[in-house]
């Protein structure tokens, strides 16, 4: 039997690596396997600010991948927190009774759903701004590139 409330927090805290999907459809998941690549290339891409600082173009491009990837397990959190027993046990608990405890809410569900808005909001936020803000000032550091 698939919890929701696990698989809610190992969606917020280990979505990146893909934990969830390993619990939900195991280690066959494609998915799973390949949230990890753009969490990896944003971790390269805070190490590449701390070795070239943030003009760094490869940054710009690759800390957002990092924040993108939270934020979207954050929600994934979100919507399997919020999703009625009934469908998360048809979806993932095909044999158990549509009232199963297993896809019941609790406190720990609310709880991982409002840590998962908190946070993911915020990253993603933060990921927007960052990339605008670089995209917008290398523009105009190519734009005094030409005029000059």
Known sequence: MKNKTLAAWLSFIGGPLGLHRFYLR???????????????????????VKQHGLDDLWSWVLVP????????????????????PEKW?????????????????????????????????TVLMSSIVFSFQRYFEFQVEEGRKISQ
């Open 89 to 121: 046990n048809a979806r993932f608990n095909a044999g158990a009774a549509p009232d199963a405890a297993s896809g019941q809410t609790n406190w720990f569900t609310i709880g991982a759903i409002v840590f998962a808005l908190l946070i993911g909001t």
């Open 26 to 48: 195991g280690f066959g998941d494609l998915m799973g396997w390949l949230l990890p690549i753009p969490t990896a290339l944003g971790l390269y891409g805070i190490e590449r």
């Open 65 to 84: 991948l990092l924040g993108f990837t939270v934020a979207g397990c954050a929600l994934t959190a979100i919507v399997y927190g919020l999703m009625t």
